[in-house]
């Protein structure tokens, strides 16, 4: 596994060195965008709409627009001594609260933990501790020029830091548009929308969900290849045009109560033909 971090934690005066392994990938299907003509890769230049001409890397800066075309030019070697001073800090563990204090609005990005030399023994004393205590830590750790908040807890056994956002990233929820002031329930209406919330409750199996546009477009990036000819899947069922709240609800009820029968008879057969063999 990739090691996109190195460094070192630290709570009271523990110190873990450890690496950082990313814990989830992007599996979206990157395509790019060719001439139709010629079928040849776009290509994207840097051009000054001033000077009317491609500029060289070498003639690029950066800087902050504080207002309308109003610039502060930062200088490369400013930011990367202020980027070596953040990233040469260890990772302080600077609180310890419960999990379900942090809403998951707030979660960004996983990273697995793993000790770096010398760093087991330490690395198991903290993973205990946080399973015995049900905490989890809080800290601050500066990737790709960013300084992140971030959480440090268990995941199967393995320590897993998560980025989080800081409050000023996450948006006003007030700002949300259209959302309804608090209404009148009907409870007939109230009560058969939780008998429907009763008839879909499961166990959470991630293993059950799966990305069918990214199955079906490399499907057809792969009949494509082969040169076959492809096939336009039937159009699903349009559901009725249900207007009415109660309707809507005991249809919808209806049909989940008959998902429910079809996997339990499916279940039995399987049952039946494992018994059986």
């Known amino acids: 596994m990739h090691t996109m971090w190195k460094g070192s934690i630290s709570f009271g005066l ?4 450890v690496k950082l392994h990313a814990a989830t990938e992007n599996k979206d299907i990157k395509l790019r965008q060719l001439h139709k003509e010629c079928q040849t890769p776009i290509q994207y230049k840097k051009v000054c709409p001033v ?17 309308k075309n109003k610039f502060v030019i930062l200088d490369e070697e400013d930011l990367e001594e202020l980027k070596k001073e953040q990233e040469d800090k ?11 204090e942090i809403d998951p609005i707030y979660f960004e990005r996983s990273y697995y933990i793993s000790p770096n030399d010398g760093g087991s023994k330490a690395y198991a004393l903290l993973r205990k501790a946080l ?20 959480v440090i807890r ?19 929820v007030l700002d949300v548009p259209n959302v309804p002031a608090e209404e009148k329930v009907v409870k007939k209406e109230l009560d058969t929308a939780k008998m429907l919330i009763d008839q879909l409750t499961t166990e959470f199996d991630p293993e059950k969900y799966t990305d069918e546009y ?23 069922p349009v559901p009725d045009n249900v207007t009415d709240l109660m ?13 429910g029968k079809e996997t339990k008879k499916k279940t039995t057969r399987k049952r039946k033909k494992a018994a059986g063999s």
């Open 247 to 259: 309707e809507a609800l005991q249809k919808s009820l209806e049909r989940a109560k008959g998902d």
């Open 14 to 17: 523990v110190n873990i060195p």
């Open 131 to 150: 399973q015995d205590t049900g905490k989890i830590g809080v800290a601050k750790i500066m990737i790709r020029s960013k300084e992140q908040l971030a």
């Open 90 to 100: 260890a990772v302080e563990i600077v609180d310890f609260v419960k999990l379900e």
């Open 154 to 172: 268990v995941y199967e056994n393995t320590l897993l830091m998560e980025t989080i956002h800081y409050p000023d990233e996450v948006r006003n």
């Open 51 to 67: 000077c009317e001409r491609e500029v060289e890397q070498e003639e690029i800066v950066k800087a902050y627009e504080y207002a």
């Open 214 to 236: 990214r199955s079906a477009l490399l499907e057809l990036i792969e009949d494509r290849k082969k040169g076959k000819k492809v096939a336009t899947a039937k159009e699903k």
